[in-house]
């Protein structure tokens, strides 16, 4: 099973709401990514998790904050976003260590609406 | 660093031939090519490490120059589920995540 789910789909949301985003994978993999990716764009990395721990923030504005609260689930919580912060938002999965050498499974991404 | 990815965009008649390339400033470590529909995920093609490898599956194959830090992906009498968009990301080293360049957007019509 190669599947990474993400929930919801779909997020409207104004700039005043909290929100977060789920992500859940079944692999036993021990690196969990966020990534944005904008239309017509390259996904660009957000957050790495490494054995449930933060190891890379790629400078990323505090109203995201990532949680990881074990080894399959990873959180984005959402807070006082702007209307550029619109995007698909995707999790990514690999066995281990960072993405060097590892294979990367994605979810379907939930699509974020910031109004 | 972004790779350089080209062409941006091709489009295809159903059973020719494509090669998109993809090149960096830096050394590499590793390179991995996916393929994005619209509206969908990235799907996982094949992942390249340095040595300067060849790999393929199916019609879709790849190479990894790590002299010329460039990798190029072939596909190989195309079929119309081949269209999207393909990214290929790189990685410095075993440890440093991926990162993928602006994509090369892949037409295939009947």
């Known amino acids: 099973d190669t599947e990474v789910t993400q929930t919801p789909k779909h997020l409207v949301m104004g700039m005043t709401n909290k929100k977060s985003l789920k992500c859940e994978q079944h692999?036993?993999?021990?690196?969990m990514y966020w990534y944005k990716q904008k239309a017509k764009k390259p996904p660009e990395l957000m957050f790495v998790?490494?054995?449930?721990?933060?190891?890379i923030n790629e400078s990323v504005p505090s109203r995201f904050s990532p949680e990881c609260p074990n080894s399959s689930l990873l959180n984005l919580h959402l807070h006082a976003l702007q209307p550029e912060d619109s995007a698909l938002y995707l999790c990514?999965?690999?066995?281990?260590?960072?993405?060097?050498?590892?294979?990367?499974?994605f979810g379907p991404g939930t699509r974020l609406t910031v109004l | 660093q972004q790779p350089v990815q080209s062409p941006q965009a091709v489009i295809l008649r159903e059973g020719e031939d494509a090669v998109i390339n993809c090149s960096s400033s830096?050394?590499?470590?590793?390179v991995h090519w996916y393929r994005q529909k619209h509206g969908e995920a990235p799907v996982f093609l094949m992942i390249?490490?340095?040595?300067?490898e060849q790999k393929g599956h199916e019609k879709i194959s790849a190479s990894f120059n790590e002299k010329k830090q460039q990798s190029s992906l072939y596909l190989t009498a195309s079929q119309l589920s081949y269209s999207g968009t393909y990214f290929c990301?790189?990685?410095?080293?075993?440890?440093?995540?991926?990162?993928f360049g602006k994509g090369t957007r892949l037409s295939v019509i009947a």
């Open positions: 990514a999965s690999s066995q281990g260590g960072l993405a060097g050498v590892d294979t990367q499974y």
């Open positions: 692999m036993g993999h021990r690196a």
């Open positions: 998790y490494s054995y449930e721990k933060l190891s």
């Open positions: 830096k050394a590499l470590y590793s």
């Open positions: 390249l490490l340095k040595g300067g």
């Open positions: 990301g790189t990685a410095t080293g075993g440890n440093t995540p991926l990162v």
